[in-house]
């Protein structure tokens, strides 16, 4: 009976949709994004689930990813190569370095094959597009929680111990850091994965350029250690910035300036804005040219 | 009822297709075309006319559907007929938003659910009770929805002993039990339907029909795609026929079903070609032939007489597991028999699959419908138009031969997947 009854009530309403063939590129649906929240929160579950059935170690597998690279990276880097860590136990620089590396590249490259992996449920059913990149970086957001407290620990027990650390009340800036990594993420991800559906050679190209640019970003060597006149060109990459904060606020050492962070943001608001803007725009065709 | 209010108003919608090559997928190349057009130069990568003039660019288009309108009240159910390619899905993709139309535009009142295919979304490592969640909710149901109709749903589909068991380890019946059941208990005002009512046994359609008819009885607005003239009338009193794209007939449906069978000749056609589907389907049926075992064309056989169908398969991306399943249906749409290949992994190309049938039909007629599946996913299917007429003469006059099949049950092997150079 209250299902006639809400029945009626929401056929008084105007129309709930109209389908036309142009749209308002800006154009959002927030509302109905929020209604189709179950679905987000659902594919979270099913990403988690389906990765690690049938697998010995399951979700041990996030630690042991970070671990056994900054390890490698100690040895490598600071034992044979002999980089600056800005005098922070190498180990927690380069897991500081690897835990968010691995936050921002892991939402980049599950972004970017949003249309790839889904192209049968997108011609079959209607839902916004946009709930799938929404829910793998909420996939890649726990993840780094593990990885994250793992380092977390290390660092509480490394301070103990007495090693030169210096956290600051900075720490608080970690949630930004979060959401610029996140937008950044869905921002380049939208728009490479609506620009995999023209050309299909980029989808091999991506896990190159985010190898590429790791080695761009201050994962395994501090900006300082990049001549002063050359400091500029490495910030306007706006991963520089966000790797260097998250150091500097939890290990003290670190060069960062408001300026850079603020560039960032701004980069990342515009890759974001194109990002969507281009995405939306692949997915009301999507389906007559894969 | 007198406040009845329009659901969905569809105006003067159009869908054009390109044909052939969508993009030379050439950045560079895309690149060069654009730099030229800004320039205001000609594009050097256009298509050339033998002469060497630019081509008209619209030769390689092609309208799915051409300034189609119709309007229809709440509480209505409405079919869409018409032959395979004449626009219905189509149509149906476009009221769903899953593709854009051309020109035009439709107006909806509520929320909408469209079950263009029954199980999207399942994961097969996943159990029955995640996945009647997730494809609950990739078809617009929130979790508080499932929640109150799960145990309906997993009843209807008479799976609770295996409800909490990976649906990998279903047997095919099983997960498109759940999944259709999941689509028929939709919490929307207006339900598109295609037809996926053509999957499971005769016992499970009678009941999906008996569902379709409640949900009328409820009061929501259907639309509703079907080769199947009696389901139609059975179930829609309004019905839109489309011929090549064009609405050319909207009202009654018992008119609308007498306008569209007019000029349906008596003969009955031995060969088919369906429609090619969209690049994104992987393999689809390219050309269907019913012939007689020495191999001669036919369509109409005598009592007890063995006939045969080959499919020729057009693979288009590489399958696993793969199976042709045929479905040949009574009058009534109910599966008289099934026949399924033998599984197999095909690499693109083309296939070809024999099915004989020695199985003593009663007189009639039989229509088909072709499944392709992929494990437990289906991964295309047809509703034939090619009929076969069982005619009442028996094949032999031989009576105690005739007779001695009575009771006795005739299976048909399951054939191979072959590949064939075969056109």
Known sequence: MSDTLRLSSETDLPWSKIIRSEHNLLYLDFYELWRYRDLIFLMVKRDFHATYAQTILGPLWFIIQPLLTSSLFTILFTQVAKISTDGIPPFLFYMSGVVAWGYFSDCLTKTAATFRANAHVFGKVYFPRLVVPIASVITCLINFAVQFSIFFLIYLVLLFKGASLHPSFRVIVLPVLIIQMALLGIGLGCLLSSMTVRYRDLAMAIGFLTQMWMYASCVFYPLSSIPKDWQWVLVLNPMVPVIESFRFAFLGAGTVEIWQLAIGAIVSAILLLLGVMVFNHTARTFNDTV | ?423
């Open chain 2, 1 to 423: 009822m007198s406040l009845s209010k329009t659901a969905i108003e569809a105006n003067r919608i159009s869908k054009r297709y390109r044909l052939g090559v969508i993009n030379r997928g050439m950045l560079y190349q895309d690149l060069q075309s654009y730099w030229a057009r800004l320039r205001g130069k000609p594009d050097p990568h256009a298509p050339l006319n033998p002469d060497g003039t630019e081509s008209d660019h619209k030769i390689g288009e092609f309208w799915a559907l051409r300034d189609v309108s119709f309007s229809l009240e709440q509480g209505e159910a409405m079919a869409i007929i018409g032959k395979n390619g004449s626009g219905k899905s189509t149509l149906l993709k476009i009221l769903s938003q899953i593709t854009a139309p051309t020109t035009g535009e439709a107006r909806i009142r509520g929320r909408v659910a469209s079950m263009l295919e029954v199980g999207t979304g399942f994961h097969s490592e996943l159990t029955g009770r995640a996945n009647v969640y997730i494809n609950g909710a990739i078809l617009g149901m929130t979790k508080r929805e499932i929640d109150v109709r799960f145990d309906d749903i997993v009843g209807f589909a008479g799976v609770e002993r295996f409800i909490d068991t990976p649906v990998k380890r279903y047997s095919s019946g099983m997960s498109v039990r759940l999944a259709f059941s999941v689509a028929a208990h939709l919490a929307a005002e207006i339900l598109i339907v295609d037809e996926v009512l053509a999957v499971g046994d005769s016992d499970f359609q009678r009941k999906c029909l008996g569902k379709m008819a409640q949900i009328v009885r409820e009061g929501r607005t259907i639309l509703f795609v079907s080769h199947n003239m009696q389901i139609v009338r059975s179930l829609c009193s309004r019905a839109l026929l489309l011929e090549s794209g064009v609405a050319t007939r909207s009202g009654q449906s018992d008119e609308v079903i007498r306008y569209y069978l007019r000029g349906k000749d008596e003969n009955y056609h031995a060969r088919e070609e369906p429609p090619v589907p969209g690049p994104s389907t992987p393999l689809f049926p390219s050309l269907l032939t019913l012939r007689d075992t020495c191999g001669n064309t036919r369509a109409e056989f005598h009592l007890g007489e063995d006939w045969c169908l080959d499919v020729l398969l057009d693979v288009r991306k590489a399958v696993s597991d793969f199976r042709l399943q045929v479905n040949v249906n009574e009058a009534d749409n109910f599966c008289a028999l099934a026949h399924s290949s033998k599984n197999s992994t095909l690499k693109p190309g083309r296939y070809k699959v024999s099915f004989t049938f020695v199985e003593k039909l009663r007189a009639g007629e039989y229509r088909f419908t072709l499944l392709s599946f992929s494990g437990s996913r289906v991964l295309h299917s047809l509703v034939s138009e090619l009929v076969v007429k069982i005619d009442h003469v028996p094949c032999t006059n031989d009576p105690i031969r005739w007779f001695s099949y009575g009771g006795v049950v005739v299976s048909s092997d399951e054939p191979d997947v072959v590949p064939t150079t075969e056109y």
